[in-house]
């Protein structure tokens, strides 16, 4: 990839795209979704909606795709070309640009997010393909997406989570931000079974915290030593910043901390916080 493309996809998606006049129009049928889209869900009632609109008005913004044999890959626009597709419409507006496997990721991320079509779950598989298929630090892909480094470690975190949690999210019925107060607990069956209250409550992220927190700490106080018991205010002042499960065991002059993590996201999101993060793996 360009070092110019590179820097546009922290400026939005419009910085890639050529100048109006390079819009052609191709066949509908030439084009094939590409394999590992962002979002996997689709919304069938706004997907209807974007048709009729189509119907109407035609396609106001140009697809990008990709030229392969026997057609055009997607890049970006899957939901304009499947609404052009519902809608009957022959031909669709689009940019065809020579693009790598990694900017064709890249963008299809980059769009999704700039349009809030991806739920959390997607973000966060996103994410970790780029990290993984093309060895991207977290530092690199945040700029690539243009988010904070923070915003794609929490993400990431999401995927330490239960299947049964991370589905709630995809669906809608957890937020990102109830999710990562379960993260703190380490049990999954506890994370199940505290997402399907908070969901059956309505709770708010700040009163998912505090079920987490007392549950924590209730456990604690079941399995630790008495003499141990004094550092549970400390403990938990020490999850408050962390955002994860603390132990402290020991006396007033000697002793350790624990410090939890429960996936690579998390260990260096942890060890960006206690200032050890940076290039590089051990």
């Known amino acids: 990839m360009s070092t110019s493309a590179r820097r546009g996809l922290g400026k939005g998606l419009g910085a890639l795209?050529?100048?109006e006049g390079l819009v052609q129009d191709i066949a509908v049928e030439q084009v094939r979704p590409a394999p590992?889209?962002?979002?996997?869900?689709?919304?069938?009632?706004?997907l209807a909606e974007l048709a009729q609109s189509v119907r109407a008005h035609g396609v106001l913004q140009p697809v990008l795709v990709r030229?392969?044999?026997?057609g055009y890959e997607l890049v970006a626009g899957e939901r304009r070309w499947r609404a052009a597709q519902l809608a009957g419409l022959k031909t669709i507006p689009a940019v065809v640009k020579e693009v790598d496997e990694a900017?064709?990721?890249e963008l299809a991320l980059v769009e999704n997010l700039q349009r809030e079509d991806l739920n959390p779950m997607e973000e966060a598989a996103g994410f970790r393909q780029l990290l993984e298929k093309f060895g991207y630090t977290q530092e690199q892909l945040a700029a690539r997406v243009g988010k904070s480094r923070s915003y794609v470690a929490n993400t990431l975190r999401l995927l330490a989570l239960a299947e049964e949690v991370q589905?709630?999210?995809?669906a809608g019925r957890l937020s990102a931000g109830h999710a990562r107060a379960l993260l703190a607990l380490p049990d999954r069956s506890a994370q199940v079974?505290?997402?399907?209250?908070l969901v059956q409550r309505g709770a708010s992220v700040r009163e998912a915290e505090e079920m987490v927190r007392r549950q924590l700490e209730g456990g604690a106080q079941e399995r630790r030593p008495k003499e141990d018991e004094k550092w549970a205010p400390w403990e938990d002042r020490l999850r408050r910043v962390l955002g994860t499960k603390v132990s402290i065991r020991g006396g007033e002059e000697r002793g350790r901390i624990e410090i939890q993590y429960y996936s690579r996201a998390d260990?260096?999101?942890?060890?960006?916080?206690?200032?050890?993060?940076?290039p590089g793996r051990p």
């Not at 590992?36 to 706004?46: A, F």
């Not at 589905?167 to 995809?170: D, L, S, Y």
């Not at 079974?193 to 209250?197: I, N, P, Y």
């Open 17 to 19: 795209l050529p100048q």
């Open 167 to 170: 589905e709630m999210v995809r």
């Open 103 to 105: 900017e064709r990721l």
């Open 267 to 278: 260990l260096e999101r942890l060890l960006e916080l206690l200032g050890a993060g940076g």
């Open 193 to 197: 079974a505290t997402a399907e209250t």
């Open 67 to 70: 030229p392969v044999a026997g």
């Open 36 to 46: 590992g889209q962002p979002r996997q869900r689709v919304d069938e009632e706004g």
